[in-house]
């Protein structure tokens, strides 16, 4: 079963524009991470935010957790067009070694 | 590294017909997962191995499937007999004992018709 769900669904911008996708889940966590998909590919990790942080730069992308609201946010500034995927995110349940991936946000970044 | 290594890439059968998927892990990976992908359900794990022992079966959705691992370097998820309603991408993911990323397959593509 799904444990993250993000929201939105789709979202659709300009080249130059930040891009946000929030993803909420139901139970405690010893982390969450966030991965990209490109059509017909593979899921690629992105970062990870442990349950102790509350926010997490890599590059372009910021990931903020707030574990009373059971949800996160992963911000991409200054978006490209390579940037269109579907992006998902998935939480490291305690006491569980697998992890549950959310529906997706589906990213369209256009020239 | 090669990454995690699926075959096939694509696979079309008939109803009734046995599929079996295969998977090569990254070498040192003591993890490995098995995920359906399908527009309606999204990604769904089937399966996890830990050294070669199933742990975790409980996303196998009926007994016409099945998986196996006989050794650290390879793992099948068989399909026997394929339905029409199995049709997905099925993708194969490994990680390292002590790490929570998971590096995944290029899956494979399954239509049954």
């Known amino acids: 079963s799904q444990q993250g769900e993000e929201d939105p669904q789709a979202l659709s911008i300009q080249e130059g524009e930040n891009a946000t996708m929030n993803c909420s889940y139901k139970t405690s966590i010893n982390n969450l991470q966030w991965y990209r998909q490109n059509s017909g590919r593979g899921l690629v990790h992105l970062i990870l935010?442990?349950?102790?942080?509350r926010e997490k730069h890599s590059g372009r992308l910021r990931v903020t957790l707030d574990t009373s609201k059971k949800s996160s946010s992963l911000l991409i500034t200054a978006s490209r067009a390579a940037d269109t995927a579907s992006y998902f995110c998935a939480t490291d349940a305690e006491n569980n070694n697998d992890m549950r991936f959310g529906a997706g946000t589906r990213l369209t970044v256009k020239p | 590294d090669a990454g995690v290594i699926q075959s096939p890439r694509h696979e079309v059968t008939e109803m009734g017909q046995e599929v079996t998927l295969r998977c090569k892990p990254i070498?040192?990976?003591?993890?490995l997962f098995w995920y359906r992908q399908t527009m309606m359900r999204g990604l769904e794990l089937l399966i996890y191995?830990?050294?070669?022992?199933?742990?975790?079966d409980s996303g196998m959705p009926e007994d016409r499937f099945s998986a196996k691992m006989p050794n650290a370097s390879f793992s099948t998820l068989k399909i026997q007999p394929s339905e029409p309603r199995d049709s997905a991408v099925y993708f194969c993911?490994?990680?390292?004992?002590?790490?929570?990323?998971?590096?995944f397959g290029p899956g494979t593509r399954l239509t049954v018709t």
């Open positions: 191995f830990n050294n070669n022992v199933p742990i975790d």
């Open positions: 993911a490994s990680r390292p004992g002590g790490r929570s990323e998971q590096y």
């Open positions: 935010i442990r349950s102790n942080e």
């Open positions: 070498s040192g990976h003591d993890y």
